[in-house]
């Protein structure tokens, strides 16, 4: 177990991943009830819990910190864990558990955070939580995101993914933006799998998504946890037929620069905006080419719109 164990940790610092852990530090103990504040954080529900002995002692993890007015990389940071939790299935809730802590606490209340969690369709078994601004600052301290965590300029936090082994003092850091298929492969990795034999069955049942060049592979990576182009609405709107529907100038601003759009209160952006509450189209910090790829790939995609899913299934 000990040698699987740090071939595995070895595996995993060597694929990028920053593991947080000092070396040759085994024991939970450093990173138990005497690092972590136990402070009061409220959830969606309104439930009030305590940091370490509620949401850590004895628990696997996965935490980021999100603010829901952040037009930036949080809410494709929310999507694709989203995206993780279907593909861990029903482990989460039971054996791993995700919590969204949100750095603008004085405008995230519980109801704001649960209307934002509905629009993502968070899952059972994911909490979002407010609080006291100075203990969720000492939260994100200790968690090892303060230096990335900038309160006074939210914009700027990165988007990482603390995953946590409470029991056996492990944690280790990810970008939150990353495939949601890597993450869940990682999370399922790290945390070890109970049912032996093999991947997570939700993984091998997801259906290889085909190549389709690099306007694909971005739509991928940064609109399809929110979009489809042709499979319906989601958590934005479908795309299928946009170029077609709305002028070109309009479509590569409103890529580039959904959030501008939208402060210069341009009546589409504001309508659709009206129409899916809560989440905001995010500034990618597109370049010109990538919009470019990305439109090109999203109009011939609207020419036969079959879904990846549908198009993998026998
Ligand atoms: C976090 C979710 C999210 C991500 C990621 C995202 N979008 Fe959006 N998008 C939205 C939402 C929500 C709207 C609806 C407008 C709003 O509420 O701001 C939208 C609206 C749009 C629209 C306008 C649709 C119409 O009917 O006119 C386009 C075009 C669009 N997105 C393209 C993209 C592209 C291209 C990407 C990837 C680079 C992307 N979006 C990434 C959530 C997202």
Redesign the pocket.
């Given at each position: 177990m000990g040698t699987t164990r740090s071939a595995l940790i070895a595996a995993l610092v060597a694929s990028a991943a920053m593991l947080v852990r000092p070396p040759g530090l085994l024991a939970a103990g450093r990173w138990g009830a005497d690092y972590f504040p136990n402070v009061a954080l409220t959830t969606q529900d309104g439930k009030v819990v305590r940091f370490y002995d509620d949401l850590l002692k004895g628990k696997a993890v996965a935490v980021n910190l999100v603010y829901t007015r952040c037009t930036a990389s949080c809410?494709?940071e929310?999507?694709k864990l989203a995206q993780v939790q279907r593909l861990l299935g029903d482990r989460v809730g039971k054996d791993i558990h995700f919590y969204s802590i949100s750095i603008d606490p004085a405008h995230d209340t519980p109801a704001v955070l649960k209307a934002y969690a509905e629009k993502f369709h968070a899952g059972p078994g994911w909490l979002f939580l407010t609080g006291n601004e100075d203990d969720i600052n000492l939260v994100s301290k200790k968690l090892g995101s303060s230096s990335l965590t900038d309160l006074a300029s939210r914009d700027g936090h990165q988007p990482s993914l603390m995953i946590g082994n409470e029991p056996t003092g492990e944690w280790m850091r990810n970008s939150a933006v990353d495939n949601p298929r890597f993450l869940a492969t990682t999370m399922t990795n790290f945390f070890g799998n109970p049912k032996r034999g093999g991947p997570l069955k939700s993984y091998a049942e997801a259906p290889a998504m085909p190549e389709v060049g690099s306007g694909g592979y971005?739509?991928r990576s940064?609109?399809s946890?929110?979009?489809s182009v042709g499979s319906g609405p989601a958590?934005?709107?479908d795309?299928a037929g946009?170029t077609a529907?709305?002028d070109r100038a309009w479509?590569v601003q409103?890529?580039s620069e959904?959030d501008r759009l939208?402060d210069e209160k341009d009546p589409?952006?504001v309508d659709?905006?009206a129409?899916?509450r809560n989440?905001?189209?995010?500034n990618?910090r597109?370049s010109p080419e990538e919009v470019a790829a990305?439109l090109h790939y999203?109009e011939e995609k609207s020419r036969s719109p079959v879904s990846f899913r549908n198009a993998a299934m026998p």
């Open positions: 809410p494709l929310t999507a971005l739509f940064r609109c946890a929110c979009h958590v934005g709107p795309l946009v529907r709305r479509l409103y890529v959904p939208l589409i952006a659709l905006f129409r899916y989440v905001r189209m995010p990618l597109l990305l999203i």
